[in-house]
């Protein structure tokens, strides 16, 4: 096992010489990761898996990783936690799921695909007490509906309502709209299906979180600037022919959950929705709902997939090739706490990821600021910044800050630009960008800095930005 944010995470980047590679958002070294899967937190520990293939950096007969921390900061690589099964009903790939406490047993309900181009079913494996050795003997807990209007469904997702326990499926319809279905879980082994949940026939859903299937669908309860807590199900919109491009993102429905009189089931009810993130480079997110033990801790974290790309909305991408050299793919975001807002949702990095802070580098800088490779900075707007407005923009440079940038020879990337708001903290970590705004949803980029460019920030007047450099914590 290797400790993957410990004080010689420099170690990691001299093995892989891929200026492009993050040292703040743990992964393998090598291979394809994307969905994080059964994020969970026991016993102190957070775990997150993902889905993943150390075989090559190409999505191909997924597995499932795994890392664990204590703290947000420091990982910890544990051996692969689940495998194809030669013979079984996850032959082809373990794909999406959840892992749950089942009577004190860690269990994981996932998709598990036989063949190529095969309905998935809801495998089941069993987990020892601290997460690290599975038993997987080829448990099918629901199978693909009966229902002929159910053409796909994929990606189980357990929730509790009123003492009980159900899950939920993405599904797409004969219809061509994207569905959820409901099941009742009184035995984990043994699910219930109980039907088309809801679908994109909703008007909210249709407005907010149009697709033609509902992928990784998630539901929790988050805390509401009402003073209570909403229900918040958000969903990745998948459409035929996205081949890991995704252009409809990640779309989510703010609403109530009641219990149906006549069916004892529970009815969800969308008010409002959005999108939940703003790049084009982020999917498949996962949330855990934590048990917590004071209202000032987070009651939910969320992680997505940040993927590599060939180059979107004018970014220089990597093409396959670039990325079979490099031999690796996949970046998992910093966990992010959710609330909402006046029926919005909001995004910001887990308090924990303010230790990344090391040195200070620029306080109260205007104009145009030079940032590292690995950086955070916080841009807020000052006198001649009307109500904090103003566009700021984030860009990848070669020509020197005196030439300017508009001198011979030189180049310029714009990887963000967008307005000041209330406030951005943007970080940097190589080749992955988040930049979240206060009150906001965040927007997760990729881009690949060339030999002998740099990033920098360009700021509107008035506004200034305090930079440090990403550093890992002592200890």
């Excluded at 779309?251 to 069916?263: F, N, Q, R, V, W």
């Amino acid at each position: 096992m290797t400790d993957l944010a410990a004080s010689d995470f420099a170690r990691l980047a001299a093995v892989h010489p891929d200026p492009a590679f993050p040292r703040f958002h743990p992964r393998p070294a090598r291979g394809w990761i994307n969905d994080p899967n059964g994020i969970s937190h026991i016993n102190g520990r957070y775990h997150v898996f993902f889905q993943y293939n150390p075989e090559s950096a190409r999505h191909h007969r997924i597995q499932w990783g795994h890392v664990s921390s204590a703290d947000l900061l420091r990982w910890e690589e544990h051996p692969v936690a689940l495998k194809p099964q030669d013979g079984g009903p996850d032959e082809f790939g373990c794909w999406t799921g959840v892992v749950t406490d089942d009577g004190g047993v860690p269990t994981a309900a996932y998709s598990g695909v036989k063949g190529d181009g095969g309905h998935s079913q809801v495998v089941l494996a069993r987990g020892s007490a601290d997460l690290v050795s599975w038993e997987q003997d080829g448990h099918v807990a629901a199978s693909m509906p009966t229902d002929p209007l159910v053409t796909a469904v994929r990606d189980p997702f357990l929730f509790r309502f009123n003492g009980k326990r159900y899950a939920m499926q993405g599904a797409g319809l004969a219809t061509g709209q994207a569905a959820l279905l409901l099941y009742t879980v009184e035995d984990m082994s043994d699910w219930k299906y109980q039907g088309i949940w809801l679908s994109s026939d909703n008007p909210v859903a249709a407005a907010h979180t149009p697709a033609e299937i509902w992928e990784c669908p998630q539901l929790v309860q988050v805390p509401d600037s009402a003073g209570g807590d909403s229900w918040l199900m958000m969903f990745s919109l998948w459409l035929s022919g996205d081949a890991h491009e995704h252009a409809n993102g990640v779309g989510h429905l703010i609403g109530s959950l009641c219990e149906d009189p006549a069916t004892g089931l529970p009815v969800f009810e969308p008010r409002s929705g959005g999108k939940s993130d703003l790049g084009r480079d982020f999917y498949a997110p996962q949330i855990v709902q934590l048990e917590s033990s004071s209202g000032a801790e987070p009651s939910s974290l969320l992680w997505g997939w940040a993927n590599e790309g060939p180059g979107r909305d004018g970014r220089r991408g990597r093409s396959q090739e670039e990325i079979d050299a490099a031999g690796w793919s996949g970046v998992l975001t910093f966990p992010r706490v959710l609330s909402v807002v006046d029926d919005a949702v909001a995004v910001a990095p887990a308090p924990e990821i303010d230790a990344y802070r090391g040195a200070a580098l620029a306080t109260g800088a205007s104009r145009t600021v030079s940032l590292p490779a690995f950086a955070e900075a916080v841009v807020s707007g000052g006198q001649g910044v009307s109500g904090g407005q103003g566009e700021v923009s984030l860009v990848l440079s070669s020509g020197s800050e005196e030439a300017g940038s508009d001198a011979p020879g030189a180049e310029r990337q714009v990887v963000f630009r967008g307005e000041l708001g209330a406030g951005l903290r943007i970080f940097v970590d190589a080749s992955l960008v988040e930049v979240y705004r206060n009150g906001s949803v965040a927007t997760t980029l990729r881009a690949y800095p060339a030999a002998g460019e740099e990033w920098r920030l360009e700021l509107p007047a008035g506004a200034s930005a305090d930079v440090w450099q990403l550093e890992q914590p002592a200890g």
